[in-house]
């Protein structure tokens, strides 16, 4: 099947875009790989130090400098149900990689925090950071150049993202993300989204919204919505960095232990030594990157992938933007409906068919790139396949060809929706995206006066103090990465959802974040520059009519141009949010942390370096 010509219509413009920025990627990841070992340049004093306290057999291995050295990164804490079963992965990835002739060193954690936990605490003004703290780690784990692979232990949030920026940065090692997979499925979604309603408009108390939660909530690993964190787990899928289907296979069976080996054993036979070296700069590249968006539209996954793959793609000195998303969601269809687009979980999408059903539909329709590198090394019709157990050890065969159910999974000739769900917005307010696949075609449109907050608090309490059973528009501001760290703004919905099922017309325009948990009210989100930044939200003004119109891609406040452009902007007192629960220490963060739209990164592209000639171009674009 050829690609379809949007897909490849795009896919030329990013490689065209980044071209100055991926050559001067590739060529300092070429000048990083070494013949032979990686810690070969190491001094005898740096090397001793290096395996001192390993296990005599392991250390011969080390001191012979000929196989390889594989790193582990992890973000196991036993706080956080996702992160909680990565506590005997190392142990498991050690003895596989010594079966395979090597030696696994843990080579160093990072942080991970659950924006579960932190929703609407001064905590969550860290969360986006942390990406980038997550990156500053791993490159510290990976520092010691004593490994020749490495494998990426993280599910959740800003983990992944972080974990392979930081890979990225060290692309001339090959990699191998591990996925912990979800919880057994707790309480449907559809009651818990319904106990939350109650619970804010005050019908039901705090005992009973905690015993519902406790019940959505109740075992380890990831939460069973879709969200950022299972996105998170399909966009490594679609970039061929897991071993296939992997994702969505629950902890403590012995198919995720099985998967878990076999990821190891595949970090030793993709090293150098191993002669069919698989660096991850080069499995990350524009395709993949494409491959990437498309799976995350066609599953309406996580609006913060307008963020994190931005960032992702320039670690890689790829350069992508919003246009990117909102001209192959016209053409990307809605193959899933998991909750919050749907009623199903995770684990009912996994039974339906999961990851490997997806890919292929997709790739059949001729809306992703097969020719890719990935893990395997074979293109990506290879992860097309499904983990079974035999005989203790993980085997793979064809995804199925029907869908287990067509409620939750189906093909791409009869999808849920034609196009992904993931709208462009823009006009005198700036730019931002909005997620549709959950809104009801009748809320996509929302003309109304604004109601202008500087802050969630200052919404939820003129929402129980009865002050906005009206039509509306809740312009939510100073929620930027540079105001305050772009918090997500979850308490939100619960609130705006009654009041649309009571019949009022409103919708949500913030700077802020609204995540995976993005549903059926319109919310245009990420608006794009921030206020701090110079952005036209700061000119809103309570009673100013503003249209949202999802379909047409407009968002515009309705005022005339010459008042408009008199207007000076607002101003905030946010010294609140700059000090306490450790926000003083990002200072440096907020102070320097580029736009939404460039992915809130606080770092930046490699500089840019134009081919000697178009020879060397292509040989770089193509050499493995």
């Given at each position: 099947?050829?690609?379809?010509?949007?897909?490849?219509?795009?896919?030329?413009?990013?490689?065209?875009?980044?071209?100055?920025?991926?050559?001067?990627?590739?060529?300092?990841?070429?000048?990083?790989?070494?013949?032979?070992?990686?810690?070969?340049?190491?001094?005898?004093?740096?090397?001793?130090?290096?395996?001192?306290?390993?296990?005599?057999?392991?250390k011969?291995?080390?001191?012979?400098?000929?196989?390889p050295?594989?790193?582990?990164?992890?973000?196991?804490?036993?706080?956080?149900?996702?992160?909680?079963?990565?506590?005997?992965?190392?142990?498991?990835?050690?003895?596989?990689?010594?079966?395979?002739?090597?030696?696994?060193?843990?080579?160093?954690?990072?942080?991970?925090?659950?924006?579960?936990?932190?929703?609407?605490?001064?905590?969550?003004?860290?969360?986006?950071?942390?990406?980038?703290?997550?990156?500053?780690a791993?490159?510290?784990?990976?520092?010691?150049?004593?490994f020749?692979?490495?494998?990426?232990?993280?599910?959740?949030?800003?983990i992944v993202?972080?974990?392979?920026i930081?890979?990225?940065?060290?692309?001339h090692?090959?990699?191998?993300?591990?996925?912990?997979?979800?919880?057994t499925?707790?309480?449907?979604?559809?009651?818990?989204?319904?106990?939350?309603?109650?619970?804010?408009?005050?019908?039901?108390?705090?005992?009973?919204?905690?015993e519902?939660?406790?019940?959505?909530?109740?075992?380890?690993?990831?939460c069973?919505?879709?969200?950022?964190?299972?996105?998170?787990?399909?966009?490594m899928?679609?970039?061929?960095?897991?071993?296939?289907?992997?994702?969505?296979?629950?902890?403590?069976?012995?198919?995720?232990d099985?998967?878990?080996?076999?990821?190891?054993?595949?970090?030793v036979?993709?090293?150098?030594?191993?002669?069919n070296?698989?660096?991850?700069?080069?499995?990350?590249?524009?395709?993949?990157?494409?491959?990437?968006?498309?799976?995350?539209?066609?599953?309406?996954?996580?609006?913060?992938?307008?963020?994190?793959?931005?960032?992702?793609?320039?670690?890689?000195?790829?350069?992508?933007?919003?246009?990117?998303?909102?001209?192959l969601?016209?053409?990307?269809?809605?193959?899933?409906?998991?909750?919050?687009?749907g009623?199903?979980?995770v684990?009912?999408?996994?039974?339906?068919?999961?990851?490997?059903?997806?890919?292929?539909?997709?790739?059949?329709?001729?809306?992703?790139?097969?020719?890719?590198?990935t893990?395997?090394?074979?293109?990506?019709?290879?992860?097309?396949?499904?983990?079974?157990?035999e005989?203790?050890?993980?085997?793979?065969?064809?995804?199925?060809?029907?869908?287990?159910?067509?409620?939750?999974?189906?093909?791409?000739?009869?999808?849920?929706?034609?196009?992904?769900?993931?709208?462009?917005l823009s006009?005198?307010?700036?730019?931002?995206?909005?997620?549709?696949?959950?809104?009801?075609?009748?809320?996509?449109?929302?003309?109304?006066?604004?109601i202008?907050?500087?802050?969630?608090?200052?919404?939820?309490?003129?929402?129980?103090?009865?002050?906005?059973?009206?039509?509306?528009?809740?312009?939510?501001?100073?929620?930027?990465?540079?105001?305050?760290?772009?918090?997500?703004?979850?308490?939100?919905?619960?609130?705006?959802?009654?009041?649309?099922?009571?019949?009022?017309?409103?919708?949500?325009?913030t700077?802020?974040?609204?995540?995976?948990?993005?549903?059926?009210?319109?919310?245009?989100?990420?608006?794009?520059?921030?206020?701090?930044?110079?952005?036209?939200?700061?000119?809103?003004?309570?009673?100013?009519?503003?249209?949202?119109?999802?379909?047409?891609?407009?968002?515009?406040?309705?005022?005339?141009?010459?008042?408009?452009?008199q207007r000076?902007?607002?101003?905030?007192?946010?010294?609140?949010?700059?000090?306490?629960?450790?926000?003083?220490l990002?200072?440096?963060?907020?102070?320097t942390?580029?736009?939404?739209?460039?992915?809130?990164?606080?770092?930046?592209?490699?500089?840019?370096?134009?081919?000697?000639?178009?020879?060397?171009?292509?040989?770089?674009?193509?050499?493995?």
């Open positions: 099947m050829p690609v379809h010509s949007t897909v490849a219509a795009v896919t030329e413009r990013i490689i065209s875009r980044s071209q100055p920025y991926r050559f001067a990627y590739l060529a300092r990841l070429d000048a990083s790989r070494r013949q032979g070992v990686q810690r070969s340049v190491l001094s005898c004093t740096n090397l001793a130090h290096g395996f001192a306290a390993f296990p005599a057999n392991d011969l291995i080390l001191r012979q400098q000929k196989q050295s594989v790193a582990i990164v992890s973000s196991y804490n036993d706080m956080l149900s996702a992160h909680q079963p990565f506590e005997g992965f190392p142990k498991i990835i050690r003895e596989a990689v010594r079966e395979a002739g090597g030696v696994a060193q843990f080579a160093g954690g990072v942080p991970a925090m659950c924006d579960g936990v932190t929703q609407g605490q001064p905590g969550m003004e860290l969360s986006l950071f942390s990406r980038d703290a997550i990156a500053m791993t490159a510290i784990a990976l520092s010691h150049n004593m020749d692979s490495a494998v990426y232990l993280g599910v959740c949030d800003k993202p972080g974990l392979l930081g890979a990225l940065h060290f692309g090692l090959p990699a191998v993300f591990i996925p912990a997979g979800p919880m499925s707790g309480m449907s979604n559809s009651e818990k989204s319904r106990i939350r309603q109650l619970y804010a408009q005050g019908k039901i108390g705090r005992e009973e919204l905690l519902a939660e406790s019940q959505s909530y109740h075992g380890a690993g990831t069973t919505f879709y969200g950022t964190a299972n996105s998170n787990q399909m966009l899928e679609a970039m061929g960095l897991h071993m296939p289907s992997s994702a969505f296979i629950t902890p403590n069976t012995p198919l995720r099985a998967l878990t080996r076999a990821a190891a054993r595949r970090a036979e993709i090293s150098a030594q191993a002669g070296p698989i660096p991850v700069g080069r499995v990350v590249d524009e395709k993949a990157i494409v491959n990437a968006l498309v799976v995350l539209l066609a599953t309406g996954g996580s609006t913060n992938h307008t963020l994190h793959l931005v960032a992702i793609a320039r670690a890689a000195g790829i350069v992508i933007d919003w246009d990117d998303f909102n001209q969601s016209s053409v990307v269809p809605l193959l899933t409906r998991i909750y919050p687009n009623e199903a979980d684990n009912h999408f996994q039974a339906a068919g999961g990851p490997a059903f997806v890919l292929r539909e997709l790739l059949d329709a001729g809306l992703m790139h097969d020719d890719v590198t893990i395997l090394g074979h293109g990506l019709r290879a992860h097309c396949v499904e983990p079974f157990l005989e203790g050890r993980a085997i793979w065969k064809p995804a199925t060809e029907i869908s287990g159910d067509d409620n939750v999974l189906r093909t791409a000739s009869a999808p849920f929706a034609a196009d992904g769900g993931l709208k462009l006009g005198n307010l700036g730019r931002a995206v909005i997620k549709i696949s959950a809104v009801k075609p009748q809320h996509r449109l929302v003309e109304a006066p604004a202008v907050f500087d802050s969630q608090d200052a919404f939820m309490l003129a929402f129980k103090n009865g002050e906005l059973n009206r039509d509306f528009v809740a312009v939510v501001r100073f929620q930027g990465p540079r105001a305050n760290g772009m918090p997500e703004l979850h308490s939100l919905t619960p609130a705006l959802g009654s009041l649309q099922d009571a019949g009022r017309h409103v919708a949500l325009v700077d802020g974040r609204m995540s995976g948990a993005s549903g059926k009210v319109p919310a245009a989100i990420h608006v794009s520059p921030e206020v701090l930044a110079g952005g036209a939200l700061g000119l809103v003004r309570d009673g100013d009519m503003i249209r949202l119109d999802a379909e047409a891609g407009v968002l515009q406040a309705l005022v005339p141009a010459a008042e408009w452009a000076q902007p607002a101003t905030a007192d946010l010294s609140g949010n700059h000090t306490g629960m450790g926000r003083e990002f200072g440096v963060f907020r102070a942390i580029s736009t939404a739209e460039e992915g809130a990164a606080t770092f930046g592209l490699p500089p840019a370096m134009a081919p000697v000639n178009e020879n060397q171009e292509r040989k770089e674009q193509v050499t493995v």
